[in-house]
């Protein structure tokens, strides 16, 4: 089986990363010729997506605009938060209403995502639709550029589950249907109040990613990230 589905959050208002993000939205800051937001869209379309929804909200006409002149036989079509910021399990949870009980694909464009995780991609569906359980990429704080990244959660048999000290990072890729928002009665929540809900009941899946990894979550990642000379 193949995911057809897949969602970009795209709404952020990008605040550490200002004054770059103060007149260009930060899916559109670019890194190797490619911004942020097209290497997001790139993965999941080669993988066999076939419809997209980006989200957006800070300066969201350049987002709308980027889509409108994107060359591309899927549909991709925009959520708009522009007057009220949903937060990511609240955006999700608008986006991605017509995907109906379809699992989708969930991507966060600040991760630097290229070809190289194809192979993770594919490997993510398999074992979603091996467990039938929301599945997330994770990599091991030891492969990050950036050091001061405390680690999200722990990782044993696929199996997440979170506690003090914490070895490994979300990448920023997940599988999800909605049922698993459609739990929460208010438009506005994060996508951690999802996690810590399936943690507590054993059922949030993971995969480990084996490779390097570039989040752009600061200024000076950004710099140090753009410098370097082996990234597609």
Known sequence: MKIKHGMVLAAGLGKRMQPFT????????????????????????????????????HLANQIEKFISDFKSE??????????????????????TKEFKDNPFFIINPDTLWNNKYSKELQALEKEYFSNKRPCLLLVNKELSLDNSFNGDFNLKNNLISKNEKNQFIFTGLQIMKNDHLAFFNKSIFSMNEVWTKLINENNLGG????????????????EKISSLSSID
């Open 22 to 57: 103060n007149k260009k939205p930060k899916p559109l800051l670019e890194i190797g010729g490619s911004t942020l937001l097209e290497r997001a869209i790139n993965l999941l379309i080669n993988h066999g997506v076939e419809e997209i929804t980006v989200n957006v909200h």
């Open 74 to 95: 899927i549909k991709i079509k925009i959520s708009n938060e522009k007057d009220l910021l949903l937060d990511t399990g609240g955006g999700v949870k608008k986006g």
């Open 207 to 222: 995969l480990e990613s084996n490779q390097k990894f570039y989040h752009l979550n600061t200024i000076k990642m950004f």
